[in-house]
């Protein structure tokens, strides 16, 4: 399965991520919520491109910016 943004998944999907790109404060930032390579994620809504997102046992909410350094498959 090639690699997309997870503002391309659809609610309810479950993803792995694959890629985080992006300068070293923003990855590491999304590290420090949980955002780190092979771990699934699950989109719980989309609105307007900002996601809520489930990560490990947490809800983040990301604007559409921010989502769109998440690369998934």
């Keep these: 399965m090639p690699m997309m943004p997870i503002t391309m998944g659809k609610p309810g999907e479950r993803y792995t ?3 985080i790109t992006g300068r ?3 990855r590491q930032h999304l590290a420090e919520m ?3 390579l092979d771990t699934e994620l699950v989109v719980v809504s989309e609105l307007s491109g900002n996601l809520i997102l489930q990560v490990r ?3 983040v909410a990301l604007d559409k910016g921010m989502a769109n350094r998440i690369l998934v498959s």
């Design 24 to 26: 070293d404060e923003v």
């Design 57 to 59: 046992d947490s809800r």
């Design 17 to 19: 991520i694959r890629k």
């Design 34 to 36: 949980g955002f780190v």
